[in-house]
């Protein structure tokens, strides 16, 4: 199974801020990342895919970067919305796996 | 709009059974893979499984495989998850999730809690 480590666990940050969380994977895979935003109580929203792949309707700060085994999510001019927990995925082999998540808070 | 309602969560004794349902709306069901993936309280997300568009393909995580079976009904667009045998671990909040590898739409998740 491949095993995702994201980095760091949490972070405090402020509106207006532009933060980069990682992602790093235990084998190389290529883009076959995925990257998605929860909110408390809320289920998953698929932001970017195939590594760098804004989804449709996702706003333009965020950006996602990286191949082989290390990636960045970026978000650019922080939000209120955007302080949640986000996960990567991996899409390159089944079973699915995803990180343990990072958690942006004020 | 797409939509996904999960439905038939609740409390259960360890060793027990239950049968998950997703209700699906707003897109081609039968063109689509789906998925079950689950959340314990406080924790991350993990995959549980995933079903073929024609339901040929099947894939089930180590953890759940022997105990679990998805299945899908086209023609009430509908997603489902028997699971036997159940554990403490399983307790969860259980999403179904449309997608082949990527995850582009998300019930709102059914909650089981397994218990004595």
């Known amino acids: 199974d491949i095993h995702l480590t994201q980095s760091p666990s949490s972070l405090s940050a402020s509106v207006g801020d532009t933060v980069t969380l990682t992602c790093r994977t235990s084998q190389t895979i290529s883009s076959y990342v995925i990257w998605y935003q929860q909110r408390p109580g809320k289920a998953p929203k698929l932001l970017i895919h195939?590594?760098?792949s804004l989804q449709s309707g996702v706003p333009s700060r965020f950006s996602g970067t990286g191949s082989g085994t290390d990636f960045t999510l970026t978000i650019s001019s922080l939000q209120p919305e955007d302080f949640a927990t986000y996960y990567c995925q991996q899409s390159y082999s089944v079973p699915w796996t995803f990180g343990q998540g990072t958690k942006v808070e004020v | 709009e797409v939509q996904l309602v999960e439905a038939g969560g609740g409390l259960v004794n360890p060793g027990g059974s239950l049968r998950l349902s997703c209700a699906t709306s707003g897109f081609t069901f039968s063109h689509s893979t789906m998925n079950w993936v689950r959340q314990a309280a406080g924790k991350g997300l993990e995959w549980v499984s995933s079903i073929s568009s024609d339901g040929n393909y099947i894939y089930y995580a180590d953890s759940v495989k022997g105990r679990f079976t998805i299945s899908r009904d086209k023609a009430k667009n509908s997603l489902y998850l028997h699971m036997n045998t159940l554990r403490d671990d399983d307790t969860a909040v259980y999403y179904c999730?449309?997608?082949?590898?990527?995850?582009?739409?998300w019930g709102q998740g059914t909650l089981v809690t397994v218990s004595s």
């Open positions: 195939a590594a760098s």
């Open positions: 999730a449309r997608g082949a590898a990527e995850f582009d739409n």
